[in-house]
Nanobody
Framework: QVQLVESGGGLVQAGGSLRLACAAS????????MGWFRQAPGKEREFVAT????????YYGDTVKGRFTISRDNVKNTVYLQMNSLKPEDTAVYYC????????????????????WGQGTQVTVSS
């Protein structure tokens, strides 16, 4: 069982930056590919970014590519999402998720393939 706890959300002006963190507890964080998703009110959950269990491969949603960066620290059992040049349309609850994998290069964009989810952290971008 993996428990995920997100932090770092808040209120920021358009053009600003935030760094989200997702701390994992449980066995062997490095056995999991990790992902970030977001959900705005009245909208479906949207893929944001994913990183392989080794950290060597990443993949981004089109709406955040070039502005957001996902990274992980397998010693600290934490995955990060650096968000720059934030826009009002980035406002959402951001969730991290973990998927058990044997592959060092697997990245996962489909929410249904993840095994564990955090409780989410609110990000609000004002115009």
């Amino acid at each position: 069982q993996v428990q995920l706890v997100e932090s770092g959300g808040g209120l920021v002006q358009a053009g600003g930056s935030l760094r989200l963190a997702c701390a994992a507890s449980g066995p062997t964080f490095s056995n999991y590919a990790m992902g970030w998703f977001r959900q705005a009110p009245g909208k479906e959950r949207e893929f944001v970014a994913t990183i392989s269990r080794s950290g060597g491969r990443t993949y981004y949603g089109d709406t955040v590519k070039g502005r957001f960066t996902i990274s992980r620290d397998n010693v600290k059992n934490t995955v990060y999402l650096q968000m720059n040049s934030l826009k009002p349309e980035d406002t959402a609850v951001y969730y991290c998720a973990a998927k058990s994998t044997l592959s060092n290069i697997e990245v996962v964009v489909t929410p249904g393939r993840y095994n564990y989810w955090g409780q989410g952290t609110q990000v609000t971008v004002s115009s």
